[in-house]
């Protein structure tokens, strides 16, 4: 990593901070209440130049993480529509061609247009099950049927990136294209109520004879395999970059609780167990933050890190939910309270925290395991 | 083989029954809402499942220890922040069963049989882990005692008939100066505070009590002055199992559902991947071995040898069994386990970890009882020497 990166980084942080800090934290509890989208917060974020990251040369992935991270030690459904926006940027900035670059990036980074990636199904793993979506060529154009599920971003993004298997369910034919919402054919399913993360909408996206010009294929039918998988990492690294600032915030307040709260007449940061879990979340954070630095800075230089990101995604599948487990565990009683009784010491609740992590966290289909990946490359 | 007995194999079928028509069907909606399920009170009176710890002397069940841990476990399988609801009541009860005189006795178990609860009033703000900590006094008077105080987090606490309210009685004796009382619902200067929002175990009502000048007779103390620490340790103790019994319950609950999640995303396939196979196998693992290790401290109980370090292992290990059997099945059921209930038991299983003393509370005592031992000489060659 050089100097100039290294001072790009810190500026981005600075500016990620400070909007966490003005921006978010007011709306945060709020938002977590209402589940209502925060449409002005977007157009913010655009002014803010953090909404597409990931388009940007050499620095760009680790700028994304780093903002994703900041911005998660104070709200992460914003981070979370941030990194389904970002990444549905980031798949025509790196996949599309000239025109579609041309159509699309400007939108999605300044705040006009909302993207979204409908990616998972109903089966196993896309590409096969019994909603599967499939395209078929018709004169010229298009033509898919079928549903996506569990969307981010779904109902208020204005464009969608999917895949869709050509002429029949199959999981290596699948290509990539983009849609815009208003496509006729596209309609999104009620809003589903999610454990955390209130205020990144999740939805199912169903596609009925929508037809699209051959010129909204993302790459050619070839590359689809590669591209999801490419998607799959970069979406991975900024939900690791969430968990982790997560897990950094739920330190920072669970410190602060240990050692306000006094026990056996001393404040409980003093005891050995309750060092030990501060110590563990504190340890496992930073690791994994490593791993999220290194595997950004192989996207930026250009270089494969599918690999490393799902390593990365295997590791917090693991400890990442452990991270606000102990945390919680540290404040006892005062941790499960989702508003803080106003007989203790007033800190952020990590209740929320807690059910945000689940989000972060998931794997988007049962028989996805980063595992397997990993394994293949050895 | 089953190694329950006919009457126990009886007793966990209607709990079941009772479980999928009343607890099931409502639990989604009152853990969303946070409202309490006043409903099940009723509910359960008919089957006096409230009294299955109170003495048929008294009118109750007098179900052994591993028969209430049977129960206790099918409705933790319903829903744990209801079945919490039934064990802080069963908690209360404890205290009288181990110090209370016969008046006393006949004074809270009967409410508990026509389908009144009980709570438990042991935390204060200052005194969570440290149960010594408390502030609240009860001063002695011609009449019989004035109490003054504030107690937190008190389960049942807005619903309870009938409460044990430790306070101290010699606030300079320290834990052996505080004693414990039974007080009434509506006795004048005792009233209920906030109600918390809790992340799990949501429609279990958890409140704040303030006692304020509150005076009850001479013959509402339980025991002699002095006994509250001894009275609340082994109340505690019995009522610990209980914890772990809801956990198991809790864990069933989380593979059930993750293996039915399996059989629809992968239909026709009778078995999925190894990598899933084996998370299926490790959750089966904790959860049988937490059941066991509850059954066993019960069998203890039951036999009348000592379960005090059985019961803090007990309850550690089945709500820690349980957080990790619940996020493993948030785990491999993905976006579906997040839409899904799978997230209320991840919720309710971490509030487990906590409360009826934290699982470090619990670690303390196994690690003192482990540290207590005899020696063992443990090198071959020096016990030969020897």
Known sequence: ?378 | MNLLTQEQTEIQKTAKAFVAQHIIPNAAAYDKSGEFHVFLLEAAKPGKIFGMAIPKAYGGLEYSPLTQALVLEEWGYGCCGMATTLAASILSMDSVLIAGNEGQKKQFFTPMLNGKIGAFALTEPSAGSDVGGGKATAVKTAQGYTINGSKCWITNGGFAEVFIVFAQTDPKAGVKGISAFIMERGTPGFTVGQEEDKLGLRSSNTVFLRLDEVKIPASSLLGKEGDGMRIAMETLDLARPAIAALAVGLAQRALDLCVAHMHERFPGKPFPGQALQFKLADMRIQIESARQVLHHMMALRDAGKPFSEESAMSKTYATDAAMSVASSAMRLMGSAGYTSEVGKLMRDAKVMQIYEGTNQIQRLVVARAVLARPKVAVHAEKAVAK
């Open chain 1, 1 to 378: 990593m050089n100097i100039s990166s290294t001072e790009n980084l810190q500026r981005i942080q600075a500016s990620a901070a400070a909007f966490a800090d003005e921006f978010l934290e007011p709306i945060a509890i709020d938002l977590d209440r209402t589940g209502n989208f925060p449409r002005a917060l977007v157009a913010e974020l655009a002014r803010q130049q953090l909404l597409s990251l990931p388009t940007e040369k050499n620095t760009g992935f680790s700028a994304h993480v780093e903002t994703l991270q900041t911005l998660s030690q104070v709200c992460p459904a914003v981070a979370s529509i941030l990194n389904n926006n970002a990444i549905a940027a980031y798949a025509i900035f790196k996949w599309g061609t000239d025109a579609q670059k041309n159509a699309h990036l400007a939108g999605l980074a300044e705040g006009q247009n909302i993207g979204a990636l409908a990616l998972s199904e109903n089966g196993p793993a896309i590409g096969i099950g019994p909603d599967a979506l499939v395209g078929v060529f018709s004169s010229g154009k298009i033509v898919l049927n079928g549903k996506k599920i569990f969307v981010r971003n779904a109902g208020v993004a204005d464009l969608y990136v999917g895949f869709a298997s050509i002429g029949a369910p199959d999981a290596m034919s699948i290509t990539g294209f983009i849609a815009p919402a208003e496509t006729p054919g596209i309609s999104v399913g009620a809003i589903q109520l999610t454990m955390g993360l209130r205020g990144c909408p999740v939805a199912d996206v169903t596609f009925k004879n929508v037809s699209l010009d051959q010129t909204s294929l993302l790459g050619t039918v070839k590359d689809g395999p590669a591209i999801l998988a490419d998607l799959l990492g970069a979406l991975a690294l900024g939900e690791a970059a969430q968990t982790i600032g997560i897990g950094k915030a739920a330190a920072k307040h669970a410190a602060a609780a240990a050692r306000h709260r006094i026990q056996f007449g001393h404040p409980i940061a003093s005891l050995q167990a309750i060092q030990q879990l501060l110590a563990e979340i504190a340890t496992d954070s930073h690791l994994a933050w490593l791993g999220v630095c290194h595997a950004a800075q192989l996207a930026d230089d250009g270089a494969p890190f599918g690999v490393e990101a799902s390593m990365v995604k295997s590791f917090l599948g693991r400890f990442g939910q452990k991270l606000l487990t102990d945390a919680i565990q540290v404040e006892g009683g005062m941790g499960i309270c989702e508003v803080v009784p106003p007989h203790f010491q007033g800190t952020l609740p990590l209740a929320r925290l807690f059910r945000d992590m689940a989000g972060t966290t998931l794997l988007d289909a049962p028989g996805d395991f980063p595992e397997v990946l990993v394994a293949a490359s050895l």
